[in-house]
C-alpha cells in the first residue's frame, strides 16, 4: 500500500489550496486518516484528523479555516486550505491507519509543500 500526496505550491496569503492524498494497493482498508506538517526547525503537528465514520478533528492554528475530507471509494483524503498564513508554510504530510493483512499500522506519504508568501 502506498499514499500519494498533491496539491501543494505557492500561494499568496488569503488564498486557498487544496491537498490530496490517494491510498493504492491491493486488499486494504483505511481507518483514520490525518494531515501533519513540518515547518523547517520544528517538530511534525498534525493539522487534521478524519476517522472512517467521518468525525473530524483539527489543530487549534487551523480550526475554522481548513477542512479535512475523504471519499471512502476512492480512497483518497483531501485538505482544503483556505485563508493561509504565512505560518502556514511547511511541507504537508497525508498519514492513514491501514490495515493489509490483517496487520494494521499507519502510513505515510511523500509529503508536498505548501509556502504561503507575498
Known amino acids: 500500500v502506498q499514499l500519494q500526496a498533491s496539491g501543494g505550491g505557492l500561494v499568496q496569503p488569503g488564498g486557498s489550496l487544496r491537498l490530496s492524498c490517494a491510498a493504492s494497493?491491493?486488499?486494504?482498508?483505511?481507518?483514520?486518516m490525518r494531515w501533519y506538517r513540518q515547518a523547517p526547525g520544528n517538530q511534525r503537528e498534525l493539522v487534521a484528523v478524519?476517522?472512517?465514520?467521518?468525525?473530524?478533528n483539527y489543530a487549534d492554528s487551523v480550526r475554522g479555516r481548513f477542512t479535512i475530507s475523504r471519499d471512502n471509494v476512492a480512497n483518497t483524503v483531501s485538505l482544503q486550505m483556505n485563508a493561509l498564513k504565512p505560518e502556514d508554510t511547511a511541507v504537508y504530510f497525508c498519514?492513514?491507519?491501514?490495515?493489509?493483512?490483517?496487520?494494521?499500522?499507519?502510513?505515510w506519504g511523500q509529503g508536498t509543500q505548501v509556502t504561503v508568501s507575498s
Open positions: 478524519i476517522t472512517s465514520s467521518g468525525s473530524t
Open positions: 494497493g491491493s486488499a486494504f482498508s483505511i481507518y483514520s
Open positions: 498519514n492513514a491507519d491501514i490495515r493489509v493483512s490483517g496487520w494494521t499500522r499507519d502510513y
